[in-house]
């Protein structure tokens, strides 16, 4: 009786610290990376709209979580399926410590259209439902304070948009996919290479003796200035152990962005095997001032 006792507390002790662990905050803190990125998930505002409605005309919003989809029941009953319009929006207290950084706004996926607005400004739009895309709200905050974010959405058939219509391929309206927030330092590893995490890897000549990889990077800056820079790049394998790494000075020019390529010849790579093997190398690249300080890392 007290082995089944003992054995049933260490057992809710599990449950547990497995519910805490899932109710925990999903962002990711990651100042020490240069970077921080936080989602942007929770306790967002949706009403359905006209074409030409504005947030202050609307009175019955309804809160909601992301992802989310207006067509969620329409589109299983197979009839009175909802095309059209709609807002979100969100209330972001911006902190003053992010004054002077970069602030980019990440959607993963928008059914079909998405028109951003920050503090009323329109910032830009973006058309088709499956690819991520990101904006750079930087000059739009206002720090330490509020700030008001509106998404206008649509899934309204268009010929130039494939899909092109809801009864070949119904389109689910909404922001259907994860968003986030990117804040980065003035020069970072590009965020806006179509919402790519801006480091490109490409393998030749794979065996079981030795990998040739490529490792290019896109940095930017919107610095005044000419700065320069060290771009360390290392390779890691899965037990954490890193088993590769060049370091390179670079010069990162203000006010564009600049494409860096290093190549390693790795020996003997444990190599991916499917369902069988499923063995991932992992690559860091890492933007350092000449004081050894992460600048930004991915």
């Not at 100042?31 to 504005?54: H, M, P, T, Y």
């Not at 950084?101 to 996926?109: H, Q, S, T």
């Amino acid at each position: 009786m007290k082995k089944e006792k003992s054995m049933l507390f260490n057992n809710l002790k599990i449950l547990f610290t497995l519910l805490v662990i899932q109710l925990l905050p999903t962002s990711i803190n990651a100042q020490n990376r240069g970077r921080v990125i936080l989602d942007l998930n929770k306790n967002w505002k949706f009403a359905k709209c006209n074409e030409k409605s504005l947030d202050s005309a609307i009175s019955n919003w309804e809160t909601i979580n992301i992802p989310h989809t207006w067509n969620a029941t329409d589109m299983q009953a197979g009839k009175d399926f909802y095309e059209g319009y709609a807002l979100y929006k969100q209330m972001l207290t911006a902190p003053s410590e992010w004054k002077g950084k970069r602030v980019f706004i990440r959607f993963e996926g928008v059914g079909q259209t998405a028109e951003l607005y920050v503090n009323d400004r329109y910032i830009g739009k973006h058309e088709g439902s499956y690819a991520a895309f990101i904006f750079d709200m930087s000059y739009d905050l206002k720090y330490g304070e509020e700030n008001k974010i509106v998404v206008k959405v649509n899934n309204v058939t268009r010929k130039e948009i494939i899909p092109i219509n809801n009864f070949l391929f119904g389109v689910y309206g909404g922001i259907y996919r994860p968003v986030s927030l990117i804040i980065t330092n003035k020069t970072n590893i590009t965020t806006t290479d179509y919402a790519s995490s801006g480091v490109y890897i490409t393998q030749k000549n794979v065996s079981a003796n030795q990998a040739g990889i490529n490792v290019l990077s896109k940095i930017e800056s919107i610095e005044k200035n000419i700065s320069t820079a060290i771009l360390e790049t290392a390779i890691y394998n899965r037990e954490g152990q890193q088993v590769a790494q060049k370091d390179s000075a670079i010069q990162v020019s203000p006010q564009g962005r600049k494409a860096y390529s290093l190549h390693f010849q790795l020996k003997n790579p444990h190599l991916w095997k499917a369902k069988k093997d499923p063995y991932l190398y992992k690559v860091v690249v890492t933007i350092k001032d000449n004081n050894e300080n992460v600048i930004d890392q991915v």
